[in-house]
């Protein structure tokens, strides 16, 4: 665990994001005071997660209300960031850890972020002992906000002298609570998923994925990925997809015959104006353009979806699992 706050602090933007997207409004002031931490690089918050990893959520507390001058003005906003943080960063963790049975799907994203690999494999926080503890501190929150400081105080003056967080928790805060879980879970979700397609590839339904590309042609085919130049001795036939390396100067005439022939085509990117996308276009054949780990990914497919106007390439292992 001592490495794990490291690990978490590589996802902060897409965890800082998704507590802001998923909190009510009335606990705005929480999402201020992220944001003044990070904005003025106090880092209490960064020091009260890394504490609350290695030594427990009430340790954590403790060390934030010992440092505070206001005994009588029940300090929450801090703890409750650091909490919602690391609770979002296990969540990323999660999503990762799910997407990660087939390690391609997001070698993009934890190589961009030099994220360790026994991280993501082993997730992060326990959830289930995380939202109760969020259930307590959310219920203080409540409190303070509805001017009842007393109960707070005796709460936070009992976690001083070594006891857990302990306070009676309202219907309310559990539903309330139990939306932010929500809310947040699906956000988290969507936020990573969206890196990953940024980065190249996000996962489909069944055993698709999908690779964004740049649209060079418009227009949509299918069929099995077949390479050239090994295409132009296999000469196929029927439903195929052209896959084109980089091609310099003028096209083959075994090139353009096969071109005209596939029902769509990819190819490692040249540019709009290279001689590829020209001919494409000329002929209205679908062409997205990728790079060279894109292509190589098509190709350990069976079955493709070319979308030239989106610039998406949808892959299969069959057609069967496509629904075409």
């Not at 390690?103 to 972020?113: H, L, T, V, Y």
């Not at 209205?284 to 979308?307: A, C, E």
Request: net charge neutral; charged share 20%; aromatic share 6%.
């Amino acid at each position: 665990m001592n490495k794990l706050y490291e690990e978490f602090t590589k996802v902060d933007d897409i965890a800082i994001k998704a507590v802001e997207l998923s909190l009510p409004k009335h606990a705005m002031e929480v999402i201020e005071r992220i944001r003044l931490d990070y904005a003025q690089d106090i880092g209490i918050i960064g020091l009260l997660r890394r504490t609350h990893i290695e030594a427990g959520f009430e340790e954590a507390a403790r060390l934030f209300w010992r440092s505070r001058r206001e005994p009588a003005s029940p300090r929450l906003e801090s703890v409750l960031s650091q909490l919602l943080l690391n609770i979002a960063a296990s969540a990323i963790f999660e999503v990762l850890k799910e997407l990660g049975r087939d390690p391609d799907q997001i070698e993009g994203f934890i190589g961009a972020r030099a994220i360790a690999a026994n991280a993501w494999q082993a997730g992060g926080l326990d959830m289930v002992v995380a939202w109760d503890h969020l259930c307590r501190i959310w219920q203080l929150y409540r409190l303070k906000k509805a001017g009842s400081v007393e109960p707070v105080q005796a709460t936070i003056n009992e976690t001083l002298n070594g006891a857990a967080i302990r306070i009676e928790i309202e219907g309310a805060t559990i539903s309330e609570v139990e939306t932010i879980r929500q809310n947040l879970l699906y956000v988290v979700r969507g936020l990573v998923i969206q890196e990953i397609e940024r980065s190249g590839e996000v996962v489909l339904p069944a055993n698709g994925r999908s690779i964004v590309g740049l649209p060079a042609s418009p227009g949509l085919g299918f069929g099995a990925p077949v390479v050239w130049p090994a295409a132009a001795r296999l000469k196929p036939k029927g439903e195929f997809i052209l896959a084109v390396p980089s091609i310099v100067g003028q096209l083959p005439d075994a090139l353009t015959e096969l071109l005209s022939a596939c029902h769509a085509a990819v190819s490692i990117g040249t540019g709009l104006t290279g001689h590829v996308p020209v001919y494409c276009r000329s002929i209205r054949k679908p062409l997205v353009l990728v790079s060279d780990p894109q292509m190589s990914r098509i190709l350990k497919h069976g079955f493709v979806v070319v979308d030239g106007t989106a610039g998406r390439v949808k892959l299969f292992l069959d057609r069967a699992s496509s629904g075409l």
